[in-house]
């Protein structure tokens, strides 16, 4: 199994550009989310999917928008690229169920010029 | 929503001691409890999680976590610091109604001195 996968790995980008961050599990699991990694500030929640055909936003969605594609994939999209968008973004999923935990991918690097 | 504090950005411990990372949580409520471990450039591993069945927790790598109710804390201990031990730690809370939603802490960095 290979898990949580994500692409790209890096990505530069120009503001105002756009781009989709995509994530792919082999687990069957249910849940699926996208974070956020800023320095100082843990991981924020920009949108999750408790089960395909659902989608709902977390802490700061500003800016992003997302697609649950099927069960197994869930992207990311930059519609508009801003400085302020520079992060380290992550992918998880999650079985359904309570105190199941969150399988993370290798994150993607985006910066923001 | 819940809120999630880890009381110590950065912790400094020498090769062979223990090792105490603060975690409290906002409710009373008991949630789901993780800990997640980040070494530098990596992604996000588990360390240990709370499931109600006992509350003291153990985990990989020698680590162990107590849920304190009365407390609202979930503190993260291990015996013996090893350099390896080095990383990012991250507490994690689920949402007080919603066990699909979670809130990072803000993270501590552990640096073992040999």
């Known amino acids: 199994n290979a898990g949580v996968t994500q692409t790209p790995k890096f990505q530069v980008l120009k503001t105002g550009q756009s781009m989709t961050l995509q994530c792919a599990q082999d687990?069957?699991?249910?849940?699926m989310y996208w974070y956020r990694q800023d320095p100082g500030m843990g991981l924020r929640l920009i949108y999750y999917?408790?089960?395909?055909?659902?989608?709902d936003k977390g802490e700061v969605p500003n800016g992003y928008n997302v697609s649950r594609l099927n069960k197994r994939e869930f992207s990311l999209r930059l519609e508009s690229a801003a400085p302020s968008q520079t992060s380290v973004y992550f992918c998880?999923?999650?079985?359904?169920?309570?105190?199941?935990?969150?399988?993370f991918g290798p994150g993607t690097r985006l910066t923001v010029l | 929503a819940q809120s999630v504090t880890q009381l110590d950005s950065h912790v400094s411990v020498s090769e062979g001691t223990p090792v105490l990372l603060r975690c409290n949580y906002s409710?009373?409520?008991?949630?789901?409890l993780f800990w997640y471990v980040q070494h530098p450039n990596k992604g996000l591993q588990l360390l240990l999680k709370?499931?109600?069945?006992?509350?003291l927790v153990k985990g990989i790598n020698g680590f162990e976590a107590e849920f304190k109710k009365s407390e609202t804390s979930f503190h993260l201990t291990k015996p013996s610091a090893h350099m390896s031990d080095a990383a990012e730690y991250f507490c994690?809370?689920?949402?007080?109604?919603?066990?699909?939603?979670?809130?990072f802490g803000s993270g501590t960095k552990l640096n073992v001195k040999p």
């Open positions: 998880a999923s999650k079985l359904a169920g309570s105190y199941n935990e969150q399988f």
């Open positions: 687990m069957n699991h249910n849940s």
């Open positions: 999917s408790a089960s395909e055909g659902t989608t």
């Open positions: 709370y499931t109600s069945a006992a509350t």
């Open positions: 994690v809370v689920s949402d007080l109604y919603n066990f699909n939603k979670f809130y």
């Open positions: 409710s009373s409520y008991s949630p789901s």
